[in-house]
């Protein structure tokens, strides 16, 4: 009897022990980043595998890390007017796309990205694509933490590091010197926009063939980069905002 009745308690022990263990190890994964720079990421683990096992000809692999001191701002400021442009005053979720992407997807137009670079920083570096509520929840928890841990500027730092810009390709340097032959610190505003033209689906837009769309989407973010500050905007990320008191 006295066994019977033990058997929720223990439930719950090891369902708090679970929970906390899960918590543990999610903060080891991501407070070490902070200062560390990663290795590698799921995404980029995911690709080396499937072109392995896929036995792909040709295919390549290029990463190479590059602070940010070492990626020349006009690429920073590329990002953000492509992929985030509240990424400075939001805490990891710009909730405004988020409802815009559910009302468009309930009256039946094409689903719209809502994700924030902190969303695609923690997609990448510990998740694998898809839509699962599983998946969407991690996500979640994973951004939660990044926005907690990390200032703007490393979130940023990590995101130029680990995006994919073609196959094979992942981090700006590595897509700077694969498709212009010069470094991230020497890039110009118009191959940084060209560079984030692609984000969206870098293997079906093309930076070495750019579609007309991508050469409207790189002219578009052209302007939306000097409604952002320009080459300055990556310095204010990390200020305190100032609430006129």
């Given at each position: 009897m006295g066994t019977?009745?033990?058997?929720?308690?223990?439930?719950?022990?090891?369902?708090?022990i679970l929970i906390l263990g899960s918590l543990a190890a999610s903060l080891l994964l991501v407070l070490p980043?902070?200062?560390l720079d990663p290795p590698t990421s799921a995404f980029m683990l995911r690709d080396r595998a499937e072109a392995l096992f896929g036995r792909e000809q040709g295919y390549r692999f290029r990463h190479e890390w590059a602070d940010l001191e070492r990626i020349s701002p006009n690429a920073s400021v590329a990002v953000v007017a492509a992929e985030d442009q509240k990424f400075?005053?939001?805490?990891?979720?710009?909730l405004q796309a988020i409802d815009k992407a559910v009302r468009d997807s309930k009256r039946g137009r094409k689903l719209r990205g809502a994700s924030t670079i902190s969303q695609q920083v923690a997609k990448n570096l510990y998740l694998w694509p898809g839509q699962s509520f599983v998946r969407k929840?991690?996500?979640?928890?994973?951004?939660?933490?990044?926005?907690?841990?990390?200032?703007?500027?490393?979130?940023?730092?990590?995101?130029?590091?680990?995006?994919e810009f073609g196959r094979g390709t992942f981090g700006v340097?590595?897509?700077?010197?694969?498709?212009?032959?010069?470094?991230?610190?020497?890039?110009?505003?118009?191959?940084?926009?060209?560079?984030?033209?692609?984000?969206?689906?870098?293997?079906?837009?093309?930076?070495?063939?750019?579609?007309?769309?991508?050469?409207?989407?790189?002219?578009?973010?052209?302007?939306?980069?000097s409604q952002l500050g320009g080459r300055g905007?990556?310095?204010?990320?990390?200020?305190?905002?100032?609430?006129?008191?």
């Open positions: 019977a009745r033990s058997w929720p308690a223990r439930l719950r022990r090891f369902a708090l980043l902070r200062w400075a005053s939001h805490l990891g979720f710009d929840g991690l996500e979640a928890w994973f951004t939660l933490l990044i926005e907690a841990a990390w200032p703007k500027q490393r979130i940023l730092e990590v995101y130029l590091n680990v995006a340097e590595a897509a700077s010197q694969r498709y212009f032959g010069r470094p991230a610190s020497r890039l110009t505003r118009e191959q940084a926009a060209l560079l984030a033209a692609v984000l969206p689906n870098p293997i079906r837009y093309r930076v070495d063939r750019p579609s007309r769309y991508v050469q409207k989407r790189q002219r578009w973010i052209l302007r939306q980069m905007y990556v310095d204010t990320l990390d200020e305190p905002v100032d609430d006129g008191t």
